[in-house]
Each structure stands twice: as structure tokens, then as C-alpha cells.
């Protein structure tokens, strides 16, 4: 298997992002905290560059590419924030990028990423298999595959998010007692982990999964990766995996407390709170770690909790519905 | 007349306000850019503490009560962004607060200010004075009143704005042709303009102000403070102010270039973009200056505009609808 990345990696992450990325930053409600009588703290991973954090991983992967590779395309499948990230990073490195899509993925996730500058293949999620057209593009074309976490130097950029956390709270000289991350295949939370446990060991990290689709969750409980069994829907499209990556999987086995699921209602309950609270603009998949806490999954009082919010690419009609 | 702040009072003011205000982010959307042909980098000072800039001006000035007085109460009078500024900052600084708000201010204003822990004392606006109700209680109980604008501890807390713009376009090495700022009574503005052009004197500042209340505009062009007939309406709650306070026109008289007025209509397609492109929730007033920008009232091809977005506290209902 391919090393996992380490906190060096990250931080060489980091000096490669710090020109285009966005600083997030770390927000607090003190009518929140009353109400749940401790402290939450979140990361707005929304007001990243394309709406969420997946631009860190993707811009450090491509600037990760040899020279002599550089003329060629990139191909990455995504049912929409990994897409936007890819088709955002190759624009400004100045690469071809080409992204197989769910025909099912938000409209807002397809615009944005075509006009990006990618060019988008769509493709039916009950008949087809995005691994076969992406594998047939890169034996055709030689384009190199991005992989949406399932990748050192991906995890090594979505790990970013977790080094601002740390500098966020030593500047405010708060000590975090634990972390809640959104998890689809596990990159991000295995990023931040790698990031928050070499500064802050004893802080508790836990994955958020939409309920039935919590692989993670599963695996944590019988030390190997569990694969979810088909037939269920959530309206987390951004998380939807059905298995941890294999990379993913061994930092995160060693590096997380547990993990939660929360179901749609949860979920569209932390969109609201983020909207009256925080005035972001939460997706689905973004919110769930929000929903955990909202949903008293986790001991909040007199603690200090961090949520990773971690995307806000919703379309308008699904956002307007979850205010009425 | 009281005598302006300057640039050392402004910068006393991020002093004091460093521990507690959130450092807002300048957002950028590539998207966005790409449309209009040129950059435009917003200031969202809806994730402010109290979700609106107000907090800024009221914690500086209730930090600026001598000792002796510290006891005593503070009273305000709002339409809801100052009431939660100054309800914050009382009760981080152990003061008690009375704000005077009118009956028909949005009920998430009014509900966020009674949970800030201040004493709201609701008026009619067709019937009775704000200024009447306020004068009697200091006269009362010895309170401190906290002017929303007209004040130069507020002004130099609002500054502090100004000073994180030009702190960010540094470090990315920007330089602004021009800044847009919503305005009401002109304290904002007035203390960003005084930051601004202290270290960018060559950038060009802009009011914005709802339509039928351009009262900074027009007195701009008549060199002195005109007044706004009433009987206009506008869904900008927030800064439907009937005339430049003095101080703050004194300032903005002298560093203003000009002012723009937008409708309602330009006004909600701004909080829609803002939710499409960046991810923040903007309230009405909140979304002028981006609006003016949509709008094509300022040339934005081939410049670096910043755009002030100044708050997000917005009912859910008005918003749903604005997304629909």
C-alpha cells in the first residue's frame, strides 16, 4: 500500500495552498453555546474555494504531478464538490481536466464545475460504473487520475483544514476536547487527524456519517473496512461512499475515537442552525457534524467541541425547502 | 462638534477587539469574476460576532466607559444589528443593557437581542420617538447611551473593518481600484474609509444605500447634510436611516467619491448570488454594495473591487423567498 502522508507532508501542503486557498475561518455563536452550555467552535470549510474543503486536496495532488506529466489531462470522478475542486485547481495550473459525474449530482455541482473549465461526462449511477470510464480515459488519453481521498498527497492537502484549526485555537489559547468531521471515504478526517493529534494528542476525534451509509463508523467497531450493503438513500450526496479508502482506513483506525450517523431530519436541522447561527451556507453532507452535536450524539456541556463543516454546494430549491 | 477618530484610535480599537471579534474573511469566487471580467473580493462581515459589523463599534465604545461609570447601565436604540452589537459587548463586558427597538424590527433581531441578554423596550415608529424613550431613560437611570453611528469610539470600532481589508489585499499583494460600503447612518463606511485610505489613499470609496434612502449620495453632491422626505419603504430594515450623522458625514464628505442607491429587486438578486457564489447568508441591508456591483453600477472590468457584505441577520421566511 502507498505511505500515508505525515505531518510534513502536510505542512509542504499548506505552503503550496497558502497563495490560493482560503484561510476559513474558525466561527462561534455565543446564543449557540448558551443554549447547549459549552463551547462549539466551527470550521466553515464552506467558504473554501468552490464551496468546499475538496480544493485543498486536489490543488496540492495536481501540484504533485511531475513536469513531464504536466501537458497531459486529469480525470477524477465525484458526484460534484471533488469535481469543482480538480476542474478550479487545474485551471490555475493550467491542466486539461476531464470529470465523470453522476447524471443524478445537484445542477449546481455540474454547472459550476463546466464552468470551471472541465469538461463533465455524465453517466447513469444504477447502470454504469464511474472506476470502468475513468480507468478506460487514462489507458486512452495517458491522463493521470485524481482520486477523490483514497491518495497521499489528497489526504496531505484536505489536512490543511486541521492545521488552521490548531493555529485558530493556540491563538485563542484554547484546548479542544474533541473533533467531529463529516466522513464520506475518509480523506478529510484522515488529513486533519494526521494535523490535530501532532499538536493537540488527547483531543478526541470522532467521524459524522449519514445514517446507513456510516461504513466508517462500522469499520472502527470491527477494526476492518466494512462495505455498506445497497438500497438505501440519504440526501448527503457528498458522502455517500460505500466503503473507507484502504489509505484512509489505516490512519483513521488509529487516529479516531468512534463514530456517529445522523439522518435527514438531523441533518436539515444543522442546516437551519448554520444559517441562523453562523450565516453560512451549509449542503447536506456538510452539515452532519453539526447535526451530531445539535443532536446530542456527543457531550457538549462545559466542553469545548470542534465541527468541521465542510461544504455548502446546495441547490437553492433543497435550501429554501429546509428553511420553510 | 466631537472630534473624528483617527488612525491610532482605529487601531486601539482592533487592540481591544483582537481577543473577541472574528477576523473576517475576503471571499473571492472565481466564478463570479470570470462573469463580470474582473476580481471582486468581499468583506463578509456577516460572520461577524452578532452576525453584522455592528458588534465592532459597540465593544469598542463600551470598552471606552471610564471606571466610575462602569456600573451603570447602557441604553440603544436599533433596528436590531446595533442592539445585538451592544448586547454582546455589554454582557462580555458585565454591563447591563436596554435597547429601544422598533415593534415592526425583524423577530429574529428582536429574539437575538433578548437572548444576548439586554432588556428590549419595544416602540411604535409611526407613533412615538426612539430618541424621546432613550433621552428619558438616561435621564432616569444616569445610563451611557450608545449611539448606532454618530459616535467616534463607534466609528473607530467599525474601522477595524477597514484595517483587516487592508491587511488581507496585502498579503496577497492587491491593489483595489475602488471599495463599495453599505451605508445607513455612515459609521461603517466612515471609519473603513479613514483605515482604507490611510495606507490606499488612491482607492475610490463608494456608499450604497436602498433607494429613497440616499441620503449620504445626495448630500455628498450638495456638500451638506440632506434630509430624506419620509413615506418611501424598502426591505433594507437595517440602514433606512433618514440622514448622515454629523460626525460621520464630516468624515465621509472628505473621503467619499460619490454614492449609489439600488432597489429591492437588485437587492435580493445580491443575497442569491451571495448564497450561490460565496456561501453566506446576507440580510437586505447587508447586500447593497454587492448589489450595486450586479447591477453594473460601478465599473468592475479589469479592476479589483472590494465589496462590503455587512450582516446576514435575516428571517428565514424573507430568505426562502428570496431564493425561490
Not at 55 to 71: K, Q, T
Not at 203 to 223: K, M, Y
Not at 228 to 239: F, K, L, Q, W
Request: proline residues 6%; hydrophobic residues 40%.
Amino acid at each position: 500500500m502507498t505511505q500515508p502522508p505525515d505531518i510534513a507532508d502536510i505542512r509542504q501542503a499548506a505552503d503550496r495552498l497558502r497563495p490560493t486557498a482560503v484561510y476559513t475561518p474558525l466561527l462561534e455563536s455565543p446564543l449557540l453555546n448558551a443554549s447547549l452550555g459549552g463551547r462549539v467552535l466551527v470550521k466553515a470549510e464552506c467558504l473554501q474555494r468552490t464551496g468546499s474543503f475538496k480544493f485543498r486536496g486536489a490543488y496540492n495532488r495536481l501540484s504533485l504531478i511531475p513536469g513531464e506529466e504536466r501537458g497531459r489531462e486529469v480525470v477524477a470522478y465525484s458526484s460534484g464538490n471533488h469535481a469543482q475542486g480538480v476542474a478550479a485547481a487545474a485551471a490555475i495550473l493550467g491542466l486539461e481536466a476531464t470529470i465523470i459525474m453522476p447524471s443524478t449530482a445537484p445542477a449546481v455541482k455540474k454547472s459550476n464545475t463546466r464552468a470551471l473549465g472541465a469538461e463533465v461526462v455524465e453517466y447513469d449511477i444504477a447502470t454504469q460504473s464511474r472506476e470502468a470510464i475513468g480507468n478506460e480515459l487514462v489507458e486512452r488519453t495517458g491522463a493521470t487520475l485524481v482520486k477523490p481521498y483514497d491518495d497521499p498527497g489528497v489526504i496531505a492537502g484536505q489536512g490543511t483544514c486541521g492545521l488552521e484549526i490548531v493555529d485558530e485555537l493556540c491563538r485563542r489559547s484554547l484546548h479542544p476536547d474533541r473533533l467531529l468531521v463529516p466522513c464520506g471515504g475518509g480523506g478529510l478526517i484522515a488529513g486533519i487527524s494526521i494535523a490535530v493529534h501532532d499538536a493537540l494528542p488527547d483531543c478526541e476525534v470522532f467521524s459524522v456519517e449519514p445514517a446507513n451509509f456510516d461504513d466508517t463508523a462500522r469499520s472502527l467497531r470491527t477494526g476492518r473496512r466494512e462495505r455498506i450493503e445497497p438500497g438505501h438513500h440519504s440526501i448527503c450526496d457528498a458522502i455517500i461512499t460505500p466503503e473507507p479508502g484502504e489509505i484512509t482506513f489505516e490512519i483513521n483506525r488509529r487516529h479516531l475515537a468512534g463514530g456517529f450517523a445522523v439522518s435527514d431530519e438531523e441533518v436539515l436541522r444543522a442546516m437551519r442552525a448554520a444559517f441562523q447561527h453562523f450565516k453560512i451556507v451549509l449542503e447536506p453532507g456538510g452539515a452532519v457534524a453539526l447535526a451530531a452535536v445539535l443532536a446530542g450524539r456527543v457531550e457538549v456541556e462545559n466542553q469545548c467541541t470542534i465541527v468541521v463543516c465542510s461544504g455548502g454546494n446546495v441547490d437553492a430549491s433543497l435550501y429554501a425547502r429546509c428553511l420553510a
